[in-house]
């Protein structure tokens, strides 16, 4: 190089226009245009709830990470996009080395029609906030993009890499020019619609209960400092606030700052003012913004078919609407409003549901599609729509019940089987639920309606355990037949309720219902009706523990259903008279009666219901020691439950089995029968009934001798008693405990816990309950030797049955009682009592107890030196357990008489029990 030669050399920079060179060069330069990389707005200190959103973000951007280049964060107008995407970005820049280039934000007001830019306006702006002179910048759309890119690739190459943040999309079309195609240039979209541009997506959800709460205080403390505790002092007025925004961040932060604009403004008043609904969205507002004008934005983009729609959405009351549901306000193809629903939801106007097919409205978003179809109701067709919605749920409620009582429902072609049905209830349930409710708030639309609702409802919440909700629907129908004075419908209204009530076990209440409606039927002269209230009211008597009243009234109740040719009601009567049968211990008389209600729902082929009066069957048949037939009996009802997917019922009859098998002595069995029972009250959510399965496994568990699983089993049954608060569970799981631990040998703390017991059912006030447990301390005390203590306990017992009228107990109480005579010496008062307990079980047609009575009966005789007696005592024994087929009693019996025929008891000895009983006897 030559001393005169000229070197220029330039570095340290990125430039977009020609670069001059030489020796001598004059220039006139222009004004020096500084790139705009930090222009964000700022980000609020308010912001909270977003913790996922973040940091799912963050690692998108993250250089060390496989390269997301493009997020779009999507969702409802005022969800808080531009907030999440800002505050992901200050913390991106924030970190050394990801973004060394710096942050380019653009509003491309994608909604506003009036501000809206193009992306050739979007691309200007862009060029000039990194440094283009404008008059480089060329005219069309491509070259301006083509530009764009070139710069941004330049920039990432120079280890100047930029993020982009690009807020407000409407369209793919707008966006789509303005993202980088370097592979290193990362960016944010943000839009309420979800854009098919290739980005990773990100769609936004309303804050939690908690985090709007937060939202809150944090943006009043934002603006009026930490000083102001209105939030923290009135957390419930907080909570209600945030409910009625429906954790909309718009929302929570225009109420922020209507507390924050006057700060002697309790919180408890602005909650009220927003309570009332048709106003919500008006009271929403400030100055600078509005919860209704960002909603405007999104419905000014929608076309006419999409608008429609939108404004019918609201006169579904339920928390979502079905694709079907929809169409039937549309009274269109569903294959066409499904399209509709998916532009709303790409427009996220809706929300699809946690199933395809579903779709939500927010909250606030209802109120506001609701006061536009009010404002053009008649255009919309609104009232044919309502109309077609009633009908679709009303016929579709009717058509899915039918299946769950016969399997095959000819009546019912709107769904091709069983499990469509079942999946149309789970689907609609909640709907036609508030549809109901809806109706009964507006009196003019047919009470009628209520009570189809809720009556074609009823298998459905048996099925399901839903009570409350009927109970809600009826309850909400007889308001309106009070004040309209309509005697039949609420007649049947209070029938219905009493029925629901009943299987709620609120039977005080139920009885109430039936009784009031007995009484509106005499007055109406209806006889039939009557007749069918009579029936029902025995259930609820049942309930009462009023068993021979029970019986009574449905016995007549099916003698009037039969004379008059109501197979149905006929089958519903005895269904109910078996089952007072079964618990007044009459137990022949209780088999017959289900036998003759199974015979009828056979002929109507009503195949559950069939199955349930063959559950009670096998109970009575259980009671009567009939334990292989009632196995056998337990075990088709269970299969058939399986078939129609009845778990309810199902669970029920697990329970009955359980308790047959481990009469059988087939304990392992018992334990997964009552396993299989709960899992299936764990499946319902019933707390209550999972205490009572709990109690029952522990007892089978401790039957077979896995006594550390028993104690485990029912600590744990104890536990949940105290949790429910349910003294008489707790006190009933403490008894059978007792029974565990006496199985095990433990029987000083088996007659600790039975003594426990009888005090907890004492202080409940629960005389039957305290007497079982009475009962079951005297055979620990037998146990323990302690025989003047157990005959205490069992004449204890013997004067509780006989005071609560419960013949077949009082049996079982005197045959106990001899026992404990017999080894207390006192052998006279023993046959006594064995003679008093074979009269009650006569009386009550329980062979099985008869038969171990007169076996005990023999082996006392004996003792007394009257061998001939013994000898027919035994005989009789004998011939019992023979025809039960019980052919290890039958042994023993056998045994007895012969030992009496030779007269060889040895008197000298103490005597001994004459057999033994596992821990389910309750004698």
Known sequence: MTPHSVHNEITGGVFFAPVIQGQVVNLQLPPTIAP??????????????????????????????????????????????????????????????????????????????????????????LLRALGIPAEHIPPGLQDRARLYRSALDALATAGRRILLVLDNAASAAQVEPLLPTDGRTAALVTSRHTLDIGARLHDLDTLTPDAAVDLLARAIHEARGADDTRIAADPEAAATIAELCAGLPLALRIAAALLADHPTRPVASLAQALATAHTRLDRLRREDRAVRAAFDLSYQQLAHAQARLFRLLPLNPGPDVGTEAAAELLGEDPYESESLLQDLARAHLIEP??????????DLVRLYADRLGGERGEEDGRKDAQERLCQYYLLGTDAASAYLVELDSEGAPRFPDRSSALAWLDGEYANVVALALAIAASPQDGVGRVVDLAAGLMPFCNLRRRYDDDIRMFTAALQVCQSSGDLQQEREVLSGLAIVLSAAYRFDEALAMHTRALAICHRLGDDRRATAELGRLSSVLIGLNRYEEAADASRAAATTFQESGDVLGEATALTSLGMALYQAQRLEEAVAANASAVDCYRALGMRVMEAVAATNTGLALQGLGRFHEAHQVLSQAIAVFREFGDRAQEGDALTKLGMTLAELGRFEEAVDAFAESLAISREFGDRHLEVGDLANLGLALGSAERFTEAVDTLGEATALARDLDDAHAEADVCDKLGSVLRGGGHFEEAAEAHRQAVLLFEDLYAPYSATSARCHLGLALLALDRATEAVDAFQGAVVGYRDLTAPHDEGCAFHSLGLALLLAGRPTEAAEAQTRAIALFQGTSDRLQEARAWHA????????????????????????????????????ARLGAAIAHNEHWLRSDPPQLPYSSNVNSQA
Not at 74 to 96: F, N, P
Not at 353 to 362: D, I, T, V, Y
């Open 353 to 362: 549901g946690q199933a395809w097919g579903r779709w939500r409205l927010h």
């Open 857 to 892: 009966l023999g082996h006392v005789q004996c003792y007394l030196s009257k061998f001939t007696e013994a000898q027919d005592s035994h005989a009789r024994a004998l011939a019992l357990f023979t025809e039960l087929a019980d052919h290890e009693a039958a042994a023993g």
């Open 36 to 125: 705009a990389l930090s222009g964000l707005p700022p980000a609020t200190g308010s912001f909270t709830g977003r913790d996922r959103e973040i940091g799912a973000i963050l690692q998108a951007l993250a250089p060390d990470q496989p390269p997301v280049l493009v997020s779009a964060l999507s969702g409802l107008a005022g969800i808080g996009k531009t907030e999440l995407a800002v505050q992901a970005a200050v913390r991106a820049v924030r970190e050394e080395g990801w973004f060394p280039g710096g942050v380019l934000f653009v509003d491309l007001f994608g909604y506003d029609p009036d501000r809206r830019l193009t992306p050739e306006r979007a691309l200007d702006g």
